[in-house]
């Protein structure tokens, strides 16, 4: 019987690493990326504190998008991929947490800062629910926001980072295991091809 090779498959995730499997051979390569300043959606309706928020946020090094409405942002948020929303809770038309929401549904990885000068308890429970990370109450030191920032932006990417070993894990797995099981079916009657089909098949369904 003629070996039947897994086909060569390359995956590139973030932060360079690069995998590369054919014939059962694996390689992992580490690229040079140049790193990306975080990306952040402001919502403050105040045109002072948006712009104050905006320029220390930038003078960090920070890409940030300013905006005044929740329609505005959402529209942002369809079209442009974010790392974190800062948000005031009351304004007109769709509040910040209703923004939230809307945001979440098409950026799960979405992290949140709430800023906000009237929360009271139901909003601080709305807040809660939808997973925000903090909360500052205003009016809160420039310091204390750039810190609180860096926390949230670095737990997050903490999380991706392990969500992606794991993922690389199961790929390798799943590659090894495909080989694994063309190599069993050269020196046996057992139908192997079918476990590799199977293994596909989860494959797919688990996004790998």
């Known amino acids: 019987m003629e070996l039947s090779h897994p086909p060569a498959r390359t995956l590139l995730r973030p932060g360079g690493k690069l995998f590369f499997s054919a014939g059962g051979l694996y390689l992992c390569i580490k690229l040079h990326v140049m790193p990306t300043p975080s990306r952040i959606l402001l919502l403050e309706d105040d045109a002072t504190m948006r712009g104050v928020i905006e320029q220390v946020l930038e003078e960090e090094g920070y890409a940030v998008d300013a905006c005044s409405g929740s329609e ?14 800062i948000t005031d809770i009351k304004m ?4 910040g947490l209703a923004a939230l929401s809307e945001i979440q549904t098409y950026q799960p990885d979405l992290a949140s800062l709430v800023i906000t000068g009237y929360a009271d308890a139901a909003e601080s429970e709305r807040a809660t629910r939808l997973g925000h990370n903090a909360l500052l109450r205003k009016p809160f030191e420039l310091d204390l926001l750039l810190n609180t920032v860096s ?17 690389d894990e199961l790929q390798q797995a799943r590659w090894a295991t495909e080989w694994t099981a063309c190599l069993l079916e050269r020196d046996s009657p057992y139908p192997f091809s079918e476990l590799s089909r199977l293994i596909r098949r989860l494959a797919q369904k688990m996004g790998l």
């Open 72 to 85: 505005q942002a959402i529209d942002l948020a369809r079209s442009h991929s974010y790392e974190l929303l």
């Open 92 to 95: 007109d038309g769709l509040d």
């Open 151 to 167: 926390e949230i932006l670095l737990t997050r990417n903490r999380r991706l980072e392990q969500r992606r070993k794991v993922l």
